[in-house]
């Protein structure tokens, strides 16, 4: 979560906003990062494939450990790595307007 925090600093930095001090440009960017950790979450979700999704829903059910999630999503067929850039640059390009 940190990585994601210091990208949504730099972002808030790329956009120059006036009369924004440090603190409220730090809160700002834990704001956003929460927003796009849950994007990125639920992107991977929607990725996987149908027999997964119901397996997920089957582990859900179970009251999973943090670990136990995290490793299911890992031996699951969806690219986290390249959802997790791809929602990014949405990210990126929403926020700076491009």
Request: charge should be negative; glycine fraction near 2%.
């Amino acid at each position: 979560m940190e990585e994601i925090i210091k990208f949504c600093r730099k972002l808030i930095d790329m956009k120059q906003l006036s009369g924004v001090d440090d603190q409220i440009a730090q809160n700002m960017a834990e704001e956003m990062a929460h927003k796009l950790n849950d994007r990125i979450n639920k992107n991977i979700i929607s990725s996987l494939q149908p027999d997964e999704y119901a397996e997920f829903e089957r582990l859900l059910d179970n009251d999973p450990t943090t670990e136990q999630v995290n490793q299911f999503i890992e031996n699951s067929s969806v690219d986290t790595k390249k959802i997790t850039i791809q929602s990014m640059v949405l990210f990126k390009e929403y926020y700076l307007g491009k």
